[in-house]
């Protein structure tokens, strides 16, 4: 594939993106050649109570967020509206009250300042996060191997050019944050689980408890956390917290994260294997933000001979800066090939939108 990076001169920007598609609400500005003018996320507190996601609340907090979170974002970039390019925002996949939410409001100040609308998959979006400059060796030159885990997705991805993916991968239960999410409910630790559950496990030993790991050894790269989950539950005691001890739920809390980053380590050296040589080893996603799994991911990668780059926490987790750049890349690579800059401003936002479908904007 070739690189398309070079930014040509006629490319609308900077971009304004708009992020909406779970239960952080952003906002960010970004040149063409990659500077973050501004970033703003909001992560919502109304889902602690009821330990994860309520889609409903994710999108009247969106409604409520965003007006003012597009206005400060631009002050912070000391621009004015009309000083933007093009107007994106996440439109899949995801939970459809929030993109829409975020699409009517990115296609509203597109029409109002008559500028392009960009549509961008969010998935694609974190894919595209290491091309950012200054995050990976020589700005992750295609292909590279992606492993996404965050508490809605987790796959391994071959990314190959600008809208071109080939999913090696994925769960065929529950994603990885997901399963430390519920393991965290089960020990007592509160939502979002992942940073609970990595911070008990440091006092615990991860050799303590025996845990399943589900597909480990088999063909292919597909993850099933579900197994790992069931096991973890049914060595609690009945009346969970009072009867385990701190040492024993902190014990539990490392094996469970030394079976998940087994798991991982060996899907991805079978993700290797189906894929031409990867440049870079890519992770994103919430779970990147383990410091266990980072550090087995970078020793993985080093004995494969690979550069290894996790994007700064804030550009893991979801953001709009991601989408803010993906739209920067379509529109440069469609330039590349003599398409126009897309303006999608009639798209309807898809709660499931496959990565594979990406490949069409790239012709047409
Ligand atoms: O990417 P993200 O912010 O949101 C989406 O799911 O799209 O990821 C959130 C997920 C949650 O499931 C959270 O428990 C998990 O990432 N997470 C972690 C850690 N920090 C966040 N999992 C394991 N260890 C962590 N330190
Ligand atoms: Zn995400």
Redesign the pocket.
Known sequence: MPDTRQAPPEMPTPVMAIES????TACAIVTGDGRILADATLSQSGHVPFGG?VPEIAARAHLSALPALVRDTLEAAGLRARDLGAIAASCGP?LIGGLIVGADMGKGMALALDRPFIAVN?IEA?ALTARLPGIAANGAPFPYLLLL?????CQCIAVEGVGHYRRLGGTIDD???????KV?KMLGLG?????????LAREGDPGAVALPRPLMGRPGCDFSFSGLKTAVAQKLPAQVRTALTRQQAADLAASF?QA?SDIVIDRLGHALDMMPRPTTLVV??????????RARLRDFAAMHDLPFAAPP?RL???NAVMVAWAAIETMRARLALGLPIPDDIAMRPRPRWPLSEMAQRMTA
Do not use: I
Not at 175 to 181: H, I, P, R, S, V
């Open positions: 598609s779970c239960d952080d996601v995801g969010h974190h885990v965050s508490g809605g997705h994603a990885a944050g997901e399963a430390f999410d965290a939502w979002p689980g992942g940073p609970a559950v990595e911070s994260q998940v994103a996603g919430g779970v990147a933000a383990n410091g266990m799994l926490l893991c987790t979801d």
